[in-house]
């Protein structure tokens, strides 16, 4: 109601307080030639947009399973996408091609799909109670999940697979978008306990460190493991 308000007021003092008259022309003919001039207008500016609108070169991390070449990979994008450029840009990366302001709107619109993907987390029956907030940058550089130790360790695994496999993808594509090279895109995931603060879980120690048989697995391992 205050916006409103304010923006009546403002209304008010671009058209003044007094006596001024304005003479509408209600006639069919009228709107219909303001009409027309609307539509050449817009499609002035269309063409200008995409003019301008340049190509951008997104580069992704494909992810590739078994046998599966990048060659492969790109072909069934493609096929799966005939609208959509695709290309290789390495033997894990593949490149799209798409407008400026494609790369604007997503960015603009991400931070809606990253929290429903987070709700779908914390709300998911073999994580249910596991999870009870997450905190993270702008670029999904640093993600930190705050848990429920006792109904964490419950279901460890698949709890520990939920939350890093869907920061890992979030984040990269996020850095994709906001054109940082391949060699520099960094996401360290924390899975932290709420009322200790110990650590659960560390990518950056998971990732360094080789695990014995008896040790908590990686990451990795534990991809491979669902993949076979």
């Known amino acids: 109601m205050r916006k409103i308000l304010i923006a009546l007021f403002v209304c008010l003092l671009l058209v003044g307080c007094g006596n001024k008259t304005t003479n509408v022309d209600l006639s069919a003919s009228n709107f219909e030639q303001v009409e027309k001039k609307d539509t050449e207008e817009n499609e002035k500016q269309e063409d200008v947009k995409d003019v301008l609108d340049k190509d951008v070169d997104i580069v992704l991390s494909a992810v590739i399973t078994g046998e599966e070449t990048i060659e492969k990979y790109v072909e069934n994008l493609q096929v799966e996408n005939p609208d959509k450029i695709y290309s290789i840009y390495d033997e894990n990366h593949y490149v799209q091609t ?9 960015l603009n619109t991400v931070d809606e799909e990253l929290e429903k993907s987070f709700y779908d987390i ?42 890093v496999i869907t920061s ?43 695990q014995n048989d008896d040790e908590e697995k990686s990451i990795e391992d534990m991809l491979k493991e669902i993949n076979n």
């Open 122 to 163: 914390f709300n998911s029956e073999e994580t249910k109670d596991a999870f009870e907030n997450v905190e993270y940058d702008v670029l999904l550089e640093n993600i930190t999940f705050y848990a429920n130790k006792d109904a964490f360790k419950e279901n460890e695994f698949v709890c520990t697979i939920s939350a």
């Open 168 to 210: 890992s993808v979030f984040a990269d594509v996020v850095q994709a978008y906001n054109l940082i090279e391949t060699n520099d895109r960094n996401c360290k995931i924390l899975i932290v306990d709420k009322e200790t603060e110990e650590v659960l879980y560390n990518s950056e120690e998971n990732s360094n460190t080789k």
């Open 98 to 106: 798409i407008k400026e302001s494609e790369r604007k709107e997503f």
